[in-house]
């Protein structure tokens, strides 16, 4: 299968320009077999990540087996019926695997983890008919692999970082998507305005605290839709906010704000509710 050299993806998308190189010419390469990744703990350099868990991991197997590289179980999990179902597909599809609870405890973050799969990173393209959500500088992992996951569950399924950002890859959020990540895509731009011209067709609805804003629950969407959100700490700026239908969530005076991953999730919910 002819590919895309993943060092050209890695330079020219996942990387911010401070950190790319210039690459003169690209190359078509013959991927013929696996690379075989070291099972180390996780650097944002490797050309490769890790799924935590049997489910994670099956979820790779069944949506990306062409980017699996080595599936590794713990021996406890020899038994465990979805280990088999995962066995099964490494089989079919030349995907190395083994049994070895030393090489989970190298990269593992959590005890018990039954199974762990290095996967090549890889590179995807926002779909431009599709409905979009926005995540503009968002910094933790873990709210983003949850994001991830509740995208998957209200059918959204095309992911915008505006950089600087968290690394998508990294285990943390990999393995809070619980496999989602691989429903997804998702293309990292080095600013908002580069987001927008790319898909001008959207229309535009920030998440603010502004009390002039238009409350969700009475809030309409519309045609193509991009949900925006700003990072953990500071939210949107305002050259961002101001652009499109302002929306705010509606909550007690009890709490500042709510944690960015729940009001995507509120969100998305009520998006869903409205195209249901």
């Avoid at 990294?170 to 990292?188: H, Q």
């Avoid at 067709?201 to 502004?210: A, G, K, R």
Wanted: glycine share 4%.
């Amino acid at each position: 299968m002819l590919a895309l050299s993943i060092n050209y993806f890695l330079n020219e998308r996942l990387f911010p320009l401070s950190q790319r190189r210039i690459i003169k010419e690209t190359q078509f390469i013959m991927s013929e077999k696996r690379f075989s990744p070291a099972f180390k703990t996780y650097n944002k350099k490797f050309k490769y990540s890790f799924t935590f868990g049997i489910y994670p991991t099956l979820d790779l197997l069944k949506m990306m087996p062409d980017k699996a590289l080595k599936v590794v179980f713990m021996d406890e999990a020899k038994d465990n019926a979805v280990v088999g179902e995962c066995m099964e597909i490494c089989r079919r599809e030349d995907i190395p695997y083994e049994f070895n609870g030393k090489l989970i405890d190298r990269v593992a973050t959590k005890e018990n983890t039954y199974a762990v799969g290095a996967f090549e990173k890889y590179y995807s393209e926002l779909e431009k008919n599709k409905d979009h959500l926005v995540l503009v500088e968002p910094r933790d992992m873990g709210n983003i692999g949850t994001i991830i996951r509740a995208m998957a569950a209200f059918n959204v399924y095309n992911l915008a970082i505006i950089r600087p950002a968290a690394d998508i890859f990294d285990p943390r959020a990999v393995r809070s998507a619980m496999g989602s990540l691989f429903r997804v895509n998702f293309e990292y731009f080095d600013n908002y305005t580069e987001y927008h011209r790319a898909h001008k067709n959207h229309n535009l609805y920030p998440f603010v605290l502004d009390q002039d804003a238009k409350k969700l629950s009475e809030t309409t969407f519309s045609g193509l839709k991009s949900l925006v959100f700003g990072n953990e700490g500071h939210g949107l700026p305002d050259e961002i906010s101001s652009i499109g239908t302002k929306v705010m969530i509606s909550q007690s005076p009890h709490v500042d704000s709510l944690n960015l991953s729940v009001s995507v999730g509120i969100a998305l919910w009520e998006a869903y509710k409205q195209s249901a």
